[in-house]
């Protein structure tokens, strides 16, 4: 079987707005979400005390008090961005069956936050102290479980975790079963709560992080020779996707259609990439030979663009090698981590979400804080300021810890 999948809903929570209109606007006007944390207490000891958090967040606007007070946050992020989705998908009782709607979420690390707070109520009162919500609250799967509690999802449920592409892992995954029959719709992406005391001291710890403490929004600066690390980001962005055929038959708004997917690993090292991009080369290629496009047909990169030393220049020879002189030559590439941060899991469910947008909305957003390019990153990429392009298709990437990658094809339908 090999079914058409498309987009019909898509939700966000995000550093730049809590909905998907909001969170677009900013992208378009070249917006930062940065700033110094607030959320954690950090003290001087942590080289990075800049973020990109969700901001103005009041989970009992849109859910019940009592799940709000024993859920982490992450999920709290996946509910809500997958409530604006499943509105804007219109999705009706009685359209699918439960035994056919499923969901898969990716989740890079989970309830941090739980953790530390139960860890310090032990440590200062002993094991009593311990919340009975624990477990239940950290632990990676919960995400999808609440949503399907929240939507009547009875089909596949499960985490995708696989570091910074999760979330692009998670709707490869849900294309896979809808395109080979086996899920009508799926409802996935990734959610993410990384800001906290262990993801900022461990981060640092390995010099991963920006430590441009006093220029929070010049932090995050894709191929640019000053970058320095990345920005720790947290937020959600949920799709629902469904079959084609039953989607246009219930007269559903089809966003974009996913025509790829490709995965690979570099098998090379546990943080850093392969020289010169030989993972990231075979993924690209396995999507784009997956969707039967030819490579001159694609318009458009989100690209995985971290603002660390290493990742940049990899991503830019990768792309050149798939390329050719396409990538030169009309193919425009930008990283919304600029303004977005890195939402870590739920990394690859916004940006998957963002280059729908680039298709339907035909306008591209920038990469903010490019001003010194690196010699080495020599492509379009477009600086500063958002460009009119009338996108036919065009491909997110997401690579991670261990060497994992994953990259998703769109196409206009």
């Known amino acids: 079987m090999n079914r058409r999948v498309v987009i019909t809903g ?3 929570i995000s550093p730049l707005g809590n909905n998907l209109k909001t969170t677009w606007a900013g992208l378009l006007t070249g917006q930062s979400g940065a700033g110094p944390i607030t959320i954690i207490p950090v003290t001087e000891d942590y080289a990075c005390r800049i973020g990109a958090e969700v901001k103005n967040f009041n989970p009992e606007e849109y859910l019940d008090k009592k799940l709000t007070k024993r859920a982490d946050r992450f999920i709290l992020f996946a509910l809500v961005a997958a409530q ?3 509105e804007q998908a219109g999705i009706k009782d009685g359209i699918y069956q439960p035994v056919r709607m499923g969901c898969i979420l990716g989740v890079g690390i989970g309830g941090l936050n739980t953790l530390e707070e139960n860890l310090r109520e032990i440590i200062a009162g002993g094991a009593r102290k311990c919340s009975p919500m624990l477990i239940p609250s950290m ?3 919960l995400a999808p479980g609440n949503l399907a509690i929240q939507h009547g999802l009875k089909g596949v449920n499960y985490t995708v975790t696989s570091a910074c592409t999760s979330g692009t892992h998670a709707v490869g995954e849900a294309y896979r079963m809808i395109k080979d029959g086996l899920q009508d719709l799926i409802l996935t992406g990734g959610a993410e709560a990384g800001i906290s005391i262990l993801g900022l001291a461990g981060f640092g710890r390995m010099k991963a992080l920006t430590t441009r403490n006093d ?7 894709p191929f640019d020779k000053d970058r320095d690390g990345f920005l ?14 039953a989607a246009k038959k219930r007269g559903a708004n089809i966003i974009a259609e996913i025509a790829g997917y ?11 990439p392969v020289e010169g991009g030989e993972g990231a080369v075979a993924c690209m290629e396995m999507a784009i030979t997956s969707s039967g496009l030819k490579k001159e047909e694609i318009g458009y990169i989100n690209a995985h663009g971290t603002s660390t ?3 940049d220049p990899v991503e830019t020879a990768a792309i050149k090698k798939v390329f050719g002189e396409h990538a030169k030559n009309g193919l425009l590439v930008s990283s919304t981590k600029s303004m977005t941060g890195h939402l870590l899991g739920a990394a690859g469910g916004l940006e998957a979400i963002i280059t729908a947008k680039v298709l339907q909305e035909a306008i591209v957003p920038p990469t903010i804080n490019l001003d010194n390019p690196d010699a080495e990153c020599d492509l379009d990429y477009v600086p500063h300021t958002a460009r009119r392009a009338d996108i ?11 060497g994992t990658n994953g990259t998703l094809l769109l196409k206009k339908v």
């Not at 220029?215 to 600066?221: F, N, S, V």
């Not at 959600?236 to 084609?244: H, I, S, W």
Request: include cysteine; glycine fraction near 10%; charged fraction near 15%.
């Open 139 to 141: 632990i990676s799967n």
């Open 84 to 86: 604006e989705a499943w």
């Open 215 to 221: 220029e929070p929004q010049k932090a995050c600066r």
């Open 232 to 245: 720790i980001a947290e937020g959600a962005g949920v799709l629902v996707l469904e079959e084609y055929e």
């Open 262 to 272: 490709g995965f690979s690993c570099d098998a090379y090292h546990i943080t850093t």
């Open 309 to 311: 030393a290493v990742n």
């Open 392 to 402: 036919t298709a065009a491909i997110s990437n997401s690579f991670g810890f261990g």
């Open 10 to 12: 898509m939700g966000v």
